[in-house]
């Protein structure tokens, strides 16, 4: 339930969509929406590009070594 993790699963169901798998990526949407309402809030942004189907941008550091 990690917002970062959210906008993984967001932007892998925009992927699915794009490659032609929309029943996969209305699945992963559908799973994924109540952990974004719950963890954001339906009024966040990356909860209304869920809800249009928008790629975040979502650049993730990696871990510090």
Known sequence: ??????AVA????TS????????????????????FRRVLGD???NTIALVEANRLNCDLEPPPT
């Open 1 to 6: 339930s990690h917002p970062d993790t959210l």
């Open 10 to 13: 967001n932007n892998l169901a």
């Open 16 to 35: 699915l969509s794009v490659a032609g798998d929309h029943r996969g990526a209305r699945t992963l949407r559908d799973a994924v929406m109540p952990l």
């Open 43 to 45: 009024s966040h942004p």
